[in-house]
């Protein structure tokens, strides 16, 4: 028996919950308690049988009447099994609807027909299609309130299947239905005689959803190695696309080695065929070394690469920033990755493309991606499990992101590291000392930069190649194109980042003073430079201590309101969690401050 996965969405009390509920009720899905525990809630809200909780099942949404989260439910008939995602039609929850369609085979969109086609019908319309979902049913809900009228069903259905073809999608039915009578849900109503098309139910139990994946090209992503004892050894995972036999060739990605499948195996013996949806254990002839994450595919193979652009719905509550490091997972792959300045925003009530800096929670754009390793990519129309992927913030391990490839920017092997004569270990003999990134951060007139000066001189003074990169100083230059929002913070960071990272590479002593206000620049940072290469110094400065000396005036302007976004003002600082040094500017001189640096850099072999 084939399983459909669906959506239902639409607009605030269109009755998306009440249909879920209709249509298990009408197909006798319910038990006897989940019955009586509905009549129970019905009679307490004073109402008729309300079908609608059987799917409500927070509190808050059982109060105000609307769908907040994303529910599930499972229901069966002799034709087909169904998962259903009843997601919510508030823009707000936007982030919950995609959830709930990123595995959904067809929607449901609902309407009042009443009220007719709305923005917020477009707005879901448009997430639909950029999810892939090509397969479309409009319920035309609350038809009893118009008199079961044909002359309004079918204005609405003209107009809809209009709309739907400009944004790509190619499938749409069109039924009146009553959630609230049952009208054409389960069963023909014979109030419509003019309507000949099918029930919901009978939409739902014929629509064709498993040829795409069994026609496409071969694709299963290895979940984990199967190593029962030494003489067998397996590639374990699903098929997510075409059909795989024994004796096919196959090639392994990232890597582009070939082979031949030897054996299919299950728990329940070998198969002579596997299609999509389907467990096993793939043996090949040759012994690869194939892990974890790697990808087996045949005929139109995927691309290896390391850049891609990508439609990006952004989950966050914080907003996305350009450039900042967030991990990404996909496929059974947990990559580094990063993303550009967005090409556009996607107006999702209009589908207009607007100029964006950066996204916010629920916002959709454009961006291109890039991913610290080569990753096998297929268009997420393509393959949803290769061209789909997570976006995870590294410091809270959150799930802020969801990204869909549209196509690779550019093949991996085009770009490979030039081997050079002169290394960074030849450098340094050549300086007599090691090469080190000393990571001045603290608020503003915190001191760092007075320190920093102190700390070169002196180590200038010692014969020591240095060189000290200052916020100020930069921003004369190579980011005099940023401004101080969070995003061009980060940018700020990220470029002084690898400039010092080239300077380390030469075998120099670099000071960075940068107010570097973010926890997870500052580890980019240090990333980029290399272990043991880093040392953060924090000038740990009292807010009230560095607003009273204030030489620039910049907080007296902040205060004022004419200076936004101004660190420890109306943005944020996060001290580091354990900086190898720690200047408390309170207790400490310059000088003192100074020699505590260059202590540590002698304990580290720096100098």
């Known amino acids: ?29 319910l038990h006897a308690d989940q019955l009586a525990a509905v009549e129970a809630d019905s009679r307490r809200r004073g109402s008729d049988l309300d079908l609608s909780l059987l799917v409500d099942g927070l509190l808050a949404e059982r109060e105000q009447g609307i769908t907040i989260d994303v529910a599930y439910r499972y229901f069966a008939t002799e034709a087909r099994t169904f998962i259903v995602a009843d997601t919510p039609g508030h823009e707000q929850y936007t982030r919950n609807m995609v959830t709930g369609a990123s595995t959904a085979d067809a929607a449901v969109i609902l309407l009042d027909a009443r009220r007719g086609v709305l923005r917020q019908t477009r707005r879901h319309s448009h997430v639909v299609a950029l999810l892939g979902i090509r397969r479309v049913v409009l319920a035309v809900n609350k038809i009893d309130l118009v008199g079961y009228d044909q002359k309004t069903f079918e204005a609405i259905a003209e107009e809809y299947r209009e709309f739907a073809a400009g944004i790509g999608i190619a499938e749409v ?76 060739a196959v090639r392994v990605f990232p890597g582009e080695r070939e082979t031949t499948v030897a054996r299919l195996v299950t728990f329940d013996g070998d198969l002579a065929e596997a299609g999509p949806g389907e467990s096993v254990t793939v043996v090949l002839a040759d012994d690869l070394d194939v892990g974890r994450g790697a990808v087996l595919a045949a005929g139109d193979p995927p691309a290896v690469a390391d850049a891609c652009q990508a439609d990006l719905i952004w989950m966050g509550e914080q907003e996305m920033l350009p450039g900042r490091r967030y991990l990404a997972k996909i496929g059974a792959r947990t990559v580094g990755i990063s993303m550009d300045t967005p090409r556009h925003r996607l107006d999702v ?29 297929d268009p997420y129309r393509a393959n949803r499990n290769l061209g789909g992927f997570i976006v995870i913030d590294r410091m809270s391990n959150a799930t802020v992101g969801a990204g869909l490839v549209r196509f690779p920017l550019r093949r991996a092997s085009n770009l490979r590291w030039q081997e050079l004569s002169v290394d960074q270990a030849g450098r340094e003999r050549l300086n007599g000392h090691r090469g080190c990134v000393v990571w001045f951060t603290g608020l503003s007139a915190s001191g760092k930069s007075t320190i920093a000066n102190l700390v070169e001189s002196r180590l200038h003074g010692e014969g020591r190649h240095t060189f000290l990169l200052d916020g100020d100083n930069v921003r004369h230059g190579l980011n005099k194109d940023l401004g101080f929002t969070d995003a061009d913070r980060v940018e700020n960071v990220r470029r002084v980042g690898e400039v010092a990272g080239l300077m380390v590479r030469a075998g120099l002593i670099v000071l960075v003073s940068f107010i570097s206000p973010f926890r997870a620049e500052r580890a980019l940072a240090r990333g980029i430079v290399g272990a043991g290469e880093f040392c953060e110094v924090h000038v740990d400065t009292p807010l009230a201590v560095a607003e009273e000396r204030d030489p620039k005036g910049l907080y007296a302007k902040a205060r004022r309101g004419e200076l936004p976004n101004f660190t420890g003002i ?21 000088g003192e401050a100074a020699d505590a640096v260059l202590s540590r850099l002698r304990e580290l072999g720096v100098c």
């Open 1 to 29: 028996m084939s399983l459909l996965r669906f959506i239902t969405c639409g607009s605030v009390d269109d009755g998306k919950s009440t249909l879920i509920g209709r249509l298990l009720y009408d197909t006798r899905q």
């Open 173 to 248: 039915e069109c039924v009146p239905v009553s959630a609230l009578d049952g009208s054409n849900v389960v069963a023909r109503s014979p109030r419509m005689p003019w309507y000949d098309g099918p029930t919901m139910l009978g939409w739902l139990e014929g629509v064709a959803v498993e040829d795409d994946r069994r026609s496409g090209p071969f694709r299963l992503v290895v979940q984990w190695v199967n190593r029962p004892g030494p003489d067998f050894r397996g590639a374990a995972g699903m098929v997510l696309g075409g059909t795989v036999r024994p004796g096919d």
């Open 349 to 377: 009530d209009t589908g207009a493309q607007l100029a964006a800096k950066t996204l916010g929670l629920n916002e959709i754009g454009l961006v291109n991606v890039h991913f610290d390793q080569p990753v096998a990519l």
């Open 570 to 590: 109306d943005s944020p600082y996060e001290p580091p969690d354990s900086p190898e040094v720690r200047l408390d500017t309170t207790a400490l001189s310059a």
